[in-house]
Each structure stands twice: as structure tokens, then as C-alpha cells.
């Protein structure tokens, strides 16, 4: 699992208290071992460890430690991503700063990850996209046409691997309840009115809600969903 922030914490949470073993990774390593220290009670076994996701070389260097000290990958969750303020300035380096990380590192985690699971048969791997994945951005060129890639990336994977055992799916959520939400939101009240105004139940997602639903579906309770890009938004792709 890639993870870090506060909907990678609530995910291994989750997964830890479902009995999963968990190898936690992020360009971060203290972030990696922080999610492991406050989970540790909960978890049977974890490994932290750096990585960057736009380095395939550390990528298999992540899935080679996967193998060693598990000799399996039954699931992942690709959570590693950026939004750049810079990205509503309609700024290029953004846009392929935005590419290069959410687009070609979540093609090089499931390339990755994908070798471990076809040896075995069996694996599900969930993507972290977006809300802005489904739908257009108002404000960020970058971080919506990289989404949209992962979701392309999602369905494109999980038709390839459909009869090798691989289910591939996304999670798209709309904006999220995180210190880094709350304090660009108490920063601009504007900007609070334009993302509760998005929102037709009025309130932002939790980083639990996001990580109910990746768990769900990486677990076999949805053995024949696949392909699927499931909005966590509370109906704001619906309008
Ligand atoms: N927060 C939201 O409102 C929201 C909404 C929809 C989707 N998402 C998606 O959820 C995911 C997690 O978001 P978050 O809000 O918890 O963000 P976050 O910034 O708290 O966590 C993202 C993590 O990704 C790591 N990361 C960044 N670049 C990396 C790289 N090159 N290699 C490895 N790790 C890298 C960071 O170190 C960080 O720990 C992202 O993919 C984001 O796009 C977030």
C-alpha cells in the first residue's frame, strides 16, 4: 500500500483492524513510520519504507521489499498524489509536475505491484483518483487531466488483467476533511463557500468515508466489481 496523509492513515487504520499486514510507503519516510507508529496496536505486522512514485526504479524496489517480507501482494492502495496551488494558475510546470506524479506514478505502481499479483494469480489494486477525474476542474488543469488519466489507467488495467485474477478499481473523492483542507479553507471563506457549494450534502467527505469504500473494494466482498471509477462525493458528480 502507498500511504501517507490523513486518507492514507484512516486507509491502513482500516485495513490493519480487517487483520490486514501492511507494508507502508511514501516519499516521506517519517510520514510512512508516523501512520505505523499510530497504528501499531492495530496491525499484525508493518514495514515502512521511502519511495517515490515517479522513480520505477523505486517502485520495484518497493514491491521487491513487498515480496521479501510477505512473498505476497493481495491488495493495494495507490494514494500517493499532489495538488499544486500553483495548478490554478494554469502554470505549466504544474500541469507536468501534476502529469509526472499522479499520472505516470500510479501507472508505475500498478505495472509494479501487477508482476507480484499475476505470479500469484490473484490481487486487487485500488487507485486514489478524484472527483475531478469524473468531472472538470474549475481551477486545476493539472490536477484534473491527471486524474482523469488514473481513471483511464484504472479501466484500461483492470480489462487487461480481468481473466488473470487482477480486479482494478478507482475511488473518487470530492473534496476532503483534512488539516491541509481546513487551513487553505480558514485561509479563504471563499473558497469554504465554493467547496460547500459543490457539495449537495453540504459537508465535505471524511478521510474514513474514503477509506471505507478503497477497502471495500479491495476486499473480495466486491469480488466482480472492476473497471469501476466510484465517486466518494456525496452527489456532487450526480448534478
Ligand atoms: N484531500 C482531498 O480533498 C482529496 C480529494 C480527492 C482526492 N484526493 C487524493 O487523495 C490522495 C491523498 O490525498 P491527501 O489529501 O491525503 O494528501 P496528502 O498530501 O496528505 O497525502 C499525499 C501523500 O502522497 C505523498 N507523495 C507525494 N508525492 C509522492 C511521490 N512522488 N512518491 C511517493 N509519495 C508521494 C506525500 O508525501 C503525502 O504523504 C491523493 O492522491 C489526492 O489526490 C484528495
Not at 508516523?34 to 518497493?62: G, K, L, N, P, Y
Not at 506524479?101 to 505495472?111: D, H, K, L, R
Request: aromatic share 4%; charged share 20%; with cysteine.
Amino acid at each position: 500500500m502507498i500511504l501517507g496523509g490523513e486518507i492514507g492513515r484512516a486507509a491502513a487504520s482500516l485495513f490493519a483492524q480487517e487483520g490486514a499486514s501492511l507494508i507502508l510507503a511514501d516519499l516521506s519516510l517519517e510520514a510512512a513510520e508516523a501512520t505505523a507508529h499510530a497504528i501499531s496496536d492495530q496491525s499484525q505486522r508493518i514495514v515502512s519504507t521511502q519511495v517515490d512514485i515517479t522513480d520505477i526504479e523505486s517502485v520495484d524496489a518497493m514491491v521487491d521489499l513487498c515480496a521479501r517480507e510477505f512473498n505476497r501482494l493481495d491488495c493495494a492502495f495507490n494514494n500517493a498524489g499532489i495538488n499544486l496551488a500553483a495548478d490554478v494558475e494554469w502554470e505549466l510546470e504544474a500541469f507536468d509536475r501534476s502529469m509526472t506524479v499522479n499520472a505516470n506514478g500510479t501507472m508505475y505502481c500498478m505495472t509494479a505491484e501487477s508482476k507480484l499479483m499475476l505470479a500469484a494469480g490473484k490481487g486487487s489494486i485500488v487507485n486514489n483518483a478524484s472527483a475531478n477525474g469524473i468531472v472538470g476542474s474549475t481551477r486545476q488543469p493539472g490536477y484534473s487531466a491527471s486524474k482523469h488519466a488514473v481513471v483511464g489507467l484504472t479501466k484500461t488495467a483492470a480489462i487487461r488483467w480481468a481473466k488473470l485474477g487482477i480486479r482494478v478499481n478507482a475511488v473518487c473523492p470530492s473534496s476532503v476533511q483534512t488539516p491541509m483542507t481546513e487551513r487553505s479553507m480558514a485561509l479563504s471563506p471563499e473558497l469554504r463557500t465554493h467547496l460547500m457549494s459543490m457539495s449537495p450534502m453540504g459537508r465535505l467527505a471524511t478521510p474514513d468515508e474514503v477509506a471505507e469504500a478503497a477497502m471495500w473494494l479491495c476486499s473480495d466482498r466486491a469480488s466482480f466489481i472492476n473497471g469501476v471509477a466510484l465517486p466518494v462525493d456525496g452527489g456532487f458528480t450526480a448534478g
